[in-house]
């Protein structure tokens, strides 16, 4: 059962990666149907990105007070017809506005999933099957981008959106079929403004789950500026094709996927703490050789991309004890709890891939400083984090 549930988590968290990834590669083929920018292009990303982010904000509270199954499948309905309207897209600006209609409903799924954890499971159990969501989930970037290049030279851009039309319907089947309700009706928080207003002034004045929301956010900033940079790192950087996108990816989430299988076993073995400790040394490490290998090398593959994979490994390994840390100061209130968080951290990933990442992405040294500097913030946010509370 909990391997269904974990399957099920996974595939709804991986609506709003493939809504990111798939259509990468046919940044240039939009551009010349709509005869747009490359920054007009950018911006189909970072709109859906700050949509996305904003509309977590309220996912969470929705699903405290209506429960979880209406949420997310109400969202897949929505999230279906943007993907529908995107593919049939006549103009550049429809297809914008299809992009901020997918970026407000693809967000429910993940923000959703780890309420549901909470209320399932607790401690070690919960960080495992949280490290196992994110071990399958983390298969979407990988995949997308690859995918999404052979659809764009087989059959073009549109039949990118079209995937993600199924992929939606399929996951809306499956939630209504396989996904049971984890909130009782007796458990349920009335939907009255001013209780959801003081609930989120609570969480929003709570000092240490603000800052390791930051400090998650930030360390995944690193990973968000080669997201952000990908079509031009890939095609510009390392001049490759747009069917090769696998030489990013596959490094980039094959070490989110081994440092999330990692992190479920040492759920059992280490502390949390130790756990993030070990991650924050093993990211410094590969933060320090990307930025001395580009400053000494023009970037090739595979070297410039193995830092990446060593990065993403030890991301993965700190992301579930950090996350759950967090969310365990507000256990009467997780999924306001699991909202907030998640909206601090995908409005740093889109300040980062859509603001920072086009003023970094035209050399490879920029890109690695720019992640050195991510990781430094996201280490002072959790040192800071600790101060006056034993974690």
């Avoid at 049971?180 to 240490?208: D, M, T």
Wanted: charge should be positive; hydrophobic fraction near 60%.
């Amino acid at each position: 059962m909990n391997i269904l549930l974990t399957l099920l988590l996974a595939g709804l968290t991986m609506v709003g990666p493939l809504a990111i990834d798939t259509y990468l590669p046919s940044f240039p083929a939009i551009a010349q149907t709509f005869d747009a920018s490359p920054i007009a292009i950018q911006q189909t990303l970072s709109l859906f990105l700050f949509c996305f982010a904003f509309m977590m904000l309220f996912y969470g509270t929705l699903s405290d007070s209506f429960g979880r199954r209406p949420v997310i499948l109400w969202s897949l309905v929505l999230y279906i017809a943007a993907s529908v309207g995107a593919a049939m897209a006549p103009s550049f600006g429809v297809l914008l506005a299809c992009r901020v209609l997918q970026g407000l409903s693809a967000g429910a799924g993940s923000v959703v999933g780890r309420a549901i954890v909470q209320d399932r499971f607790s401690g070690a159990e919960a960080q495992r099957i949280l490290s196992h969501v994110m071990m399958v989930f983390g298969l979407a970037p990988a995949i997308a981008p690859i995918l999404g290049g052979w659809l764009q030279v087989s059959l073009g851009w549109r039949s990118i959106f079209w995937f993600l039309t199924a992929f939606g319907a399929l996951m809306f089947a499956f939630v209504w079929r396989a996904l049971p309700e984890s909130l009782p009706a007796r458990e349920r928080h009335p939907f009255h403004f001013g209780v959801i207003a003081a609930n989120y002034w609570k969480v929003l004045c709570h000092r240490q789950f603000l800052l390791l929301s930051v400090a998650v956010g930030m360390a995944f900033g690193g990973f968000a500026l080669y997201i952000g940079s990908a079509a031009y790192f890939v095609m510009h950087i390392l001049r490759l094709p747009e069917t090769a996108f696998a030489w990013l990816f596959i490094p980039l989430i094959s070490g989110m996927v081994i440092g999330s299988g990692l992190a479920s076993k040492f759920a059992h073995r280490y502390t949390q703490r130790a756990q993030i400790w070990i991650s924050y040394a093993l990211m410094g490490v590969a933060a320090a050789v990307n930025v001395a290998y580009n400053h000494f090398f023009a970037a090739e593959v595979p070297w410039a991309v193995l830092p990446l994979f060593l990065y993403s490994f030890a991301l993965a390994i700190s992301m579930p004890p950090m996350t759950l840390i967090a969310l365990n100061h507000f256990p009467h209130n997780s999924g306001l709890a699991s909202s907030m968080q998640s909206f601090i951290q995908m409005i740093l990933f889109a300040l980062v891939s859509g603001l920072v990442a086009p003023l970094l992405f035209d050399s490879a040294y920029k890109l690695a400083c720019g992640v050195a500097v991510c990781l430094l913030a996201s280490l002072l946010a959790w040192v800071a984090a600790q101060q006056g509370e034993h974690i």
